[in-house]
């Protein structure tokens, strides 16, 4: 059964930082396209940043130039590093892994992130 098993998310003040990772287990993730998306109370899950097999980049406008997204296939982990952390930043962290040429669209159980004084 394949697991994606996100570690790192806890409670931070304003402007701190936090990383995130994901390791995969049952699967490579070289290649998958890895993303990260959160999802807060009485929203919808949105999409954070995503990485593509050819290590291609893409966030969210509302975490541009304060997170970044990266992987280490011979890990078969991917991170997230998060700074200048705003309290609109708190929600649950989840990991996903997809294919481009397969049906294969895999979930972590999520990491909670809140950010507060």
């Known amino acids: 059964q394949v697991q994606l098993v996100e570690s790192g998310g806890g409670l931070v003040q304003p402007g701190g930082s936090l990383r995130l990772s994901c390791v995969a287990s049952r699967i490579f993730i070289r290649i998958y396209t890895m993303g990260w998306y959160r999802q807060a109370p009485g929203k919808q899950r949105e999409l954070v940043a995503t990485i593509t097999r050819g290590y291609s980049e893409n966030y969210a406008d509302s975490v541009k130039g304060r997170f970044m997204i990266s992987r280490d296939n011979a890990k078969n982990t991917v991170y997230l590093q998060m700074n200048s952390l705003k309290p609109e930043d708190t929600a649950v962290y989840y990991c996903?892994?997809?294919?481009?040429?397969?049906?294969?669209?895999?979930w972590g159980q999520g990491t909670q992130v809140t950010v507060s004084s």
């Open positions: 996903n892994a997809r294919s481009s040429s397969t049906p294969d669209n895999y």
